[in-house]
């Protein structure tokens, strides 16, 4: 049975296909038409999807989209006549959902009449949460999904036992915690979608110097009866405007109306940041205490999430389980022994969710599948990176090109390369699916040069000078190096490095001590594993520098768009498979 999720007309479209149960695909459009978070329909996503599973569509048994315009249909209602232009936008993305079966068809240039899959519409949040338990290691854990807004809600939690999901409870539309965290990432000058991980890196710099103006804009009680939380309304446009969410038809670039109302700069005190203005340290204190706040309300949620399921695991999911400084943080402050959060937490995620959500909620099927890693995205063949060399201006003089088929040899060669102080871009096998470079599209670096995090982020990068990077280590060494050692395959927790290591491995420390780390295992990616596991022979250090392939773009996919990032910036060396080419 073949099961294809559809992420289409939203921010993070993408495709994900689950066959008999098994997940064979999965992928984000923006890898594809290289829009950074490209919404509309993902058709090359899909094409690519059914491509590597070797299937027709014909063969598709079911499409689950995971949209339910039914769901809370009387709130919906009751906004709609509040705000008709909000409304009237509204209906336009409905009428594009009701055109999916058409789009499909396009995209994969059959008739659809051809197409005899059942479509099945799956709300927003249990999409999410489907998405992260499905798919975890246990079988029984309790679960939270936080983000903007979905279908008319921003948070849903519950309990998930075996191959079912039960729904205890959700938070509705104005009320959101990620609409609270974008708000104030625009009031402090990021302005762009997607950025609030920028400020949640800014607040490190900065001490919680606003938080008892920040509980009134965000409110919370930590005890007793609510659940929930709800925001001060004052302080916002969304409920009178609408979450004023588009995107440019001509690149797909979503973008986000402003969402704070002028009573913020009143109450804090202090004028919105332009985008073009120096950081102050008001905006990182800002910053840090917007970082508080969430962290107050959100593990206040998980704790009081504990205590009504009893359960020791937690499944995270949603745009703000992509905060690893909050999710490092949840053995300490609540009962939960064991997190599991999902490599594409946001709404690419779900896609993934959408198609398992079918196949065990609605199917009853049992579960067989367990995503221990996330190289889900394309591939490509020797003879096609070779190609791309061969057509490259690298090819035509001034770079050494070897071909080193002897695993040993390429591996103790780049780890050389790596431990002289050189950038390296690494590129491997399948695409990590989710926003995070998990060393087959990664950029690695000598993790003991501290200048080395200012050289990436003006050299490489180009981007922002504060913004850290993640430490990739062998899993076993974990509690070597991390006052925590619970697995962090995804990079979605960060933990505190020991005080004694983190002048070893100064470059992705950050500011207050913390690494938001991959610990990497020879089962999830052996390849990577073999090269951290050298560059520890040859330094005594079992950690890289660990950044993604891309320069204010999309990880890069295809091999021809290594070579141009590559050649672009001033990276020292790249490897393509068992290529390595070095600058003159």
Known sequence: MNILGINAYHGNASAALVCDGKL???????RFNRVKYAAGFPAAAIRYCL????????????????????????????YALRMPSFARERAKVIT?????????????????????????????????????????????????????????????????SGNRMR????????????????????????????????????????????????????????????????????????????????????????????????????????????????????????????????????????????ARTGAKAVCLAGGVAFNCVANGKIFDATPFEQVYVHPAAGDAGLAVGAAYYIWHQILGQPRSFTMNHAYWGPGYSPEEVRAAVRSNSVSQGGYTIAELPAQEELLRRTAAIIAEGKILGWYQGRAEWGPRALGNRSIVADPRRPEMKEILNRRIKHREIFRPFAPSILAEKTGEWFEKSHPSPFMSLAYSVLPEKRDKIPAPTHVDGTGRLQT?????????????????????????????????????????????????????????GNTLIARP
């Not at 064979?24 to 923006?30: G, L, M, P, S």
């Not at 951290?532 to 660990?546: A, H, S």
Request: proline residues 6%; aromatic residues 10%.
């Open 96 to 160: 594009k959902f009701t055109g999916i079966p058409t789009a499909l068809a396009g995209a994969l240039d059959t008739d659809p009449a051809k197409i005899k899959s059942k479509f099945h519409r799956v709300e927003h949040h249990q999409a999410h949460l489907a998405s992260t338990f499905f798919v975890s290691p246990f079988e029984q854990a309790a679960l939270l999904s936080a983000d903007g807004l979905g279908d008319f809600a921003s948070s849903m939690w519950g309990l998930g």
């Open 24 to 30: 064979v695909a999965a992928v984000e459009e923006e």
């Open 51 to 78: 491509k590597e599973a070797g299937i027709t569509p014909a063969d598709l048994d079911h499409v689950a989209v995971p949209r339910n315009p039914y769901a809370r249909l009387g709130t919906k209602l009751f």
């Open 167 to 306: 729904i205890d409870g959700a938070i509705a539309f104005p009320h959101s915690l990620g609409l609270f965290y974008s708000a104030v990432t625009q009031y402090l000058g990021f302005v762009k979608f997607g950025d609030e991980y920028k400020v949640m890196g800014l607040a490190a710099y900065g001490q919680p110097a606003y938080l008892e103006p920040f509980r009134d804009i965000l409110r919370f009680s930590g005890n007793g009866g609510d659940f929930g939380f709800k925001l001060g309304l004052d302080y916002f446009t969304h409920h009178k405007t609408g979450p004023e969410m588009s995107w440019a038809e001509s690149d797909q670039t979503p973008i986000l109306g402003r969402m704070f109302s002028d009573n913020l700069p009143r109450l804090l005190g202090t004028p919105a940041r332009q985008p073009d203005e120096p950081l102050e340290q008001r905006h990182r204190d800002l910053a840090s205490t917007l970082q508080a706040r969430l962290e107050e309300v959100y593990l206040g949620m998980l704790n009081k999430l504990a």
């Open 520 to 576: 990497v295992t020879r089962e999830a990616n052996p390849l990577y594993y073999a090269l951290i596991k050298e560059f520890d022979r040859q330094t005594g250090v079992p950690v890289v520098l660990n950044t993604s392939f891309n320069d204010n773009e999309p990880i890069v996919c295809r091999p021809e768009e290594a070579l141009d990032c590559f050649l672009r910036t001033r990276m020292d060396a790249l490897v393509l």
